[in-house]
């Protein structure tokens, strides 16, 4: 590969180095290498006033020799971890549909002056990126996987990777005690959908430059993935949200809100939380005793701990609820920017189970509006978390049909999802739905167990301001 700029000095280097905090704004420089010469400097500058927003600067006016020599040269192991081939997937339909271009303009730019090799497949149907990652692609060509495209087109990618990682090691994944095998191969994220949640809590921003250069520089971030069971039937997996109530039933409504693009999760959100319905059902939760912090500690997590030991006793509660949300990671995002769960940890083993029970129009309301500002979502007699490593939910009615076998959704008939007689009630005023990070499952009823550090993304959590 020709390299722009060339600067006559040898070095001990072959390929690619890398080195960080070389002063307040400067956080990481890489060179391109050709045959132990300089052939590139390229210096990524962090954005003072702009957070966790990085930008990439590729002049030595700033940036001596004799700096570079004396950082960059003596740290050798930090060019092992950088990725040098990469297999990347675009969804063209995510977001704003806008996947395409922001990979072309944006990324390839940097992953070529990175002299990062990339085998660029675009999405030509739902679920292509997940088979292909299944069965068909040659895994160990590869450093690791991109997915370019929003929550869904990550769910993807993750269903692909494991699903292959599990198969390719004899695992069945419909035991839901069965011990999952960690895949090697790191998923980097170049935000380009609706919500991008997976990306903005684990990189604090959702800057597609910034994700490249998080690949590029070969950042490492565990991730606990949440696996999730129906009657001991593998049904998805989950890194963000499962939630049951108001987050299903707006997950559901904005599915049929596509053409409207991000929008639609606004117009949804207004009809649900209108509807205001609550369901009856059971929690059992494990608590994680042992685990490091609580959901109210007010500590966010900046990369994630590892559990001691496992939790002990279950916890069995009954009631009416507004909303079950189980946020395995804060899911910040830019309309929530500390989350559902602010102090939830990436790579703890746990997650935080929110109840939200029965209360009035204006209590969700307050509760909701605290989503967006300073004030403490917890804070409300009508709202509880609870750090745990495993729950079940059970709906009041025993399921006789699955969600997947109504064809069409019955209208709401107004009467009470307290029903006592569920057969002369509609389907969905007795039972909502789960989204598990955007998609529906098809059952009410569900075991969630969180698998600590299943995978890794190239990232490196929230950064201290
Ligand atoms: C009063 C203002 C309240 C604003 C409350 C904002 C809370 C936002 C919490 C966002 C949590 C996102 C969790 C991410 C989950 C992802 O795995 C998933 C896949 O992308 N996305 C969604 O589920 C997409 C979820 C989209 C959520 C949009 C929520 C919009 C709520 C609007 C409520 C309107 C109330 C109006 C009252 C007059
Ligand atoms: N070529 C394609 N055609 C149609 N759908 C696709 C294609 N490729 C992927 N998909 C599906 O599109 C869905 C939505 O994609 P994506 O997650 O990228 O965007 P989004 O839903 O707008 O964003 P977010 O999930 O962040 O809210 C995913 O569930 C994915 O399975
Ligand atoms: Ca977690």
Redesign the pocket.
């Known amino acids: 590969m020709k390299c722009s700029m060339a600067v006559q000095t040898e070095v001990t280097l072959q390929n690619i180095g890398y080195v960080s905090d070389l002063g307040p704004h400067m956080k990481v420089a890489w060179a391109g290498f050709e045959k132990n010469w300089i052939c590139a400097v390229h210096t990524v500058i962090r954005k003072s006033d702009m957070g966790h927003i990085w930008a990439k600067r590729s002049d030595l006016s700033h940036f001596s020799l004799q700096l570079f020599n004396d950082y960059l040269i003596p740290l050798p192991h930090f060019a092992a971890n950088r990725p040098k081939s990469l297999l990347v997937y675009i969804n063209p339909y995510g977001g704003k549909q806008r996947g395409k271009r922001i990979y072309e303009q944006k990324v390839a730019p940097l992953f070529h002056r990175a002299c990062i090799s990339a085998d660029v497949i675009v999405t030509e149907h739902a679920n292509h990126a997940r088979d292909h990652l299944k069965t068909e692609a040659s895994l160990e060509k590869y450093d690791g996987v991109v997915c370019v495209g929003?929550?869904?087109m990550f769910s993807e990618i993750l269903h692909g990777l494991v699903t292959r990682v599990q198969t390719d090691h004899g695992v069945d994944q419909n035991q839901p005690d069965a011990e999952l095998v960690p895949c090697s191969l790191r998923i980097g994220i170049i935000p380009a959908?609706?919500?991008d949640?997976i990306c903005f809590a684990t990189v604090g921003v959702n800057d597609p430059v910034t994700s490249a250069l998080h690949i590029i520089i070969g950042d490492s971030q565990p991730v606990d993935v949440c696996s999730v069971h129906h009657k001991d039937i593998f049904l998805r997996y989950s890194v963000?949200?499962l939630?049951y109530g108001f987050?299903g039933d707006?997950?559901t409504d904005s599915e049929r809100k596509r053409w409207l693009g991000p929008a639609r999760?606004?117009l949804s959100?207004?009809k649900t939380?209108l509807s205001h319905n609550y369901y009856e059902g059971t929690i059992s939760f494990l608590p994680a005793e042992d685990a490091v912090g609580s959901p109210r500690d007010k500590l966010q997590c900046r990369s994630g701990e590892k559990p001691d030991k496992d939790g002990s006793g279950w916890n069995v509660m009954r009631g009416k609820f507004i909303a079950i949300n189980a946020a395995n990671m804060s899911?910040a995002?830019p309309?929530?920017p500390k989350?559902?769960s602010p102090s939830a940890h990436l790579a703890d083993g746990t997650l935080d189970l929110i109840l939200v029970r029965k209360c009035s129009r204006l209590d969700f309301?307050r509760h909701?509006?605290r989503?967006?500002n300073t004030d403490d979502q917890f804070d409300h007699s009508f709202v509880e978390v609870h750090r745990v490593r495993m729950f079940h939910f059970q709906p009041l009615y025993q399921e006789s049909i699955s969600l997947d076998d109504l064809n069409e959704t019955p209208k709401k008939t107004g009467c009470s999802p307290m029903c006592p007689a569920p057969t002369a009630c509609s389907y969905n005023t007795i039972y909502s739905s789960w989204?598990c990070?955007?998609e529906i499952l098809p059952h009410a009823a569900i075991q969630v167990s969180v698998q600590c550090q299943l995978i890794r993304l190239f990232a490196r959590g929230i950064e201290e301001q």
Do not use: A
């Open positions: 929003g929550d869904g959908g609706s919500t949640c963000s949200l939630g987050y707006l997950l999760y606004d959100g207004l939380f899911c995002c309309r929530s989350g559902l309301f909701l509006l989503h967006i989204t990070d955007g």
